[in-house]
């Protein structure tokens, strides 16, 4: 079984910066698709950013222009940076993890991010 590896997060003022990391328990064994960030406020789960093994990236409306997704494509590790955070980006963040099709798609344990003065 992959485990989704979460790291970063955590709580800062209006204006300020987070960073989240993702990773697998699998690095190296399978070759792996898109990697994006989705979050959940309340029923509602929203892309936040995801990019594939192009290097293409996907941002959701809300986060463009403030959020920046990254992939070293050795590792298969991924970075969610967040600047200009704003309260309405408080949210449970997961990361989503592709596998080969039909091999897995794996959801990470969730990470907290608060945003508030």
């Known amino acids: 079984q992959v485990h989704v590896l979460q790291t970063g997060g955590g709580a800062a003022q209006p204006g300020g910066s987070l960073r989240l990391g993702c990773g697998t328990s699998?690095?190296?064994?399978?070759?792996?698709?898109?990697i994006g960030w989705y979050r959940h406020t309340g029923s509602q789960r929203e892309l936040v950013a995801s990019i594939?093994?192009?290097?293409?990236?996907n941002y959701g409306d809300s986060v463009k222009g403030r959020f920046t997704i990254s992939r070293d494509f050795d590792s298969d590790i991924v970075m969610l940076k967040m600047n200009n955070l704003k309260p309405e980006d408080t949210a449970t963040y997961y990361c989503n993890v592709e596998g080969p099709p039909g091999v897995f798609d794996s959801w990470g344990p969730g990470t907290q991010v608060t945003v508030a003065s």
């Open positions: 699998s690095s190296g064994a399978f070759i792996l698709g898109t």
């Open positions: 594939d093994r192009s290097g293409t990236t």
